[in-house]
T-cell receptor, first 112, second 115 residues
Framework: QKEVEQNSGPLSVPEGAIASLNCTYS??????FFWYRQYSGKSPELIMSIYSNGDKEDGRFTAQLNKASQYVSLLIRDSQPSDSATYLC????????????FGAGTRLFVKA | KAGVTQTPRYLIKTRGQQVTLSCSPI?????VSWYQQTPGQGLQFLFE???????NKGNFPGRFSGRQFSNSRSEMNVSTLELGDSALYLC??????????????FGPGTRLLVL
């Protein structure tokens, strides 16, 4: 079992729709969760971080965390073609010297 | 503030050679982490340095090494290059290191091609 799992996609949504990206993790001791966006040929850039159960909203982005289910998600409302990218889920474990583990990423396509 | 910088941006080497990549963190950041990104394996953690000390290491062979200088700049070295070392090497900096709520900021990466 991979430590951080994401559906590789591609996920295709029409412009203006809600894109839902999901991530599960295996280490129950994990305490910090991050979503990065990576455009093709570029480096990852942070979109959201979340540390406690529930929802966290920032503009069109909402991160949701459920530690009991070991599940974290990212919702993108009013999706735009410029949101087309690979979204990486990253989990920082509470054990093992605080190492950040990245999922393989979900490719998102927003169709105009 | 200037972001994380990495040099060189692109590099072509042949098998058996060695390579050194450089990373300058954001001013004031004392921690530098290195990652390898390949299409097949995704982003994999190589190592993390803080105040010139390696604090954490990923599951990579000993051919991969690094160091950090007193000004927080970091270098990573790969010896005896193999074809499978072709990848995007990313450096990320943060203030203290991989603290639970600390954000890492990535540099543009060095794309290494091994022929």
């Amino acid at each position: 079992q991979k430590e951080v799992e994401q559906n590789s996609g591609p996920l295709s949504v029409p412009e203006g729709a809600i894109a839902s990206l999901n991530c599960t993790y295996s280490d129950r001791g994990s305490q910090s969760f991050f979503w990065y966006r990576q455009y093709s040929g570029k480096s990852p850039e942070l979109i959201m971080s979340i540390y406690s159960n529930g929802d966290k909203e920032d503009g069109r982005f909402t991160a949701q965390l459920n530690k009991a289910s070991q599940y974290v998600s990212l919702l993108i409302r009013d999706s735009q073609p410029s949101d087309s990218a690979t979204y990486l889920c990253a989990v920082r474990a509470g054990t093992g010297g605080f190492k950040t583990i990245f999922g393989a990423g979900t490719r998102l396509f927003v169709k105009a | 503030k200037a972001g994380v910088t990495q040099t060189p941006r692109y590099l072509i080497k042949t098998r058996g050679q060695q390579v050194t990549l450089s990373c300058s963190p954001i001013s004031g950041h004392r921690s530098v982490s290195w990652y390898q990104q390949t299409p097949g394996q995704g982003l994999q953690f190589l190592f993390e340095y803080f105040s010139e000390t390696q604090r954490n290491k990923g599951n990579f062979p000993g051919r991969f090494s690094g160091r950090q200088f007193s000004n927080s700049r970091s270098e990573m070295n790969v010896s005896t290059l193999e074809l499978g070392d072709s990848a995007l090497y990313l450096c990320a900096s943060s203030f203290y290191g991989q603290g639970l709520q600390e954000t890492q900021y990535f540099g543009p990466g060095t794309r290494l091609l091994v022929l």
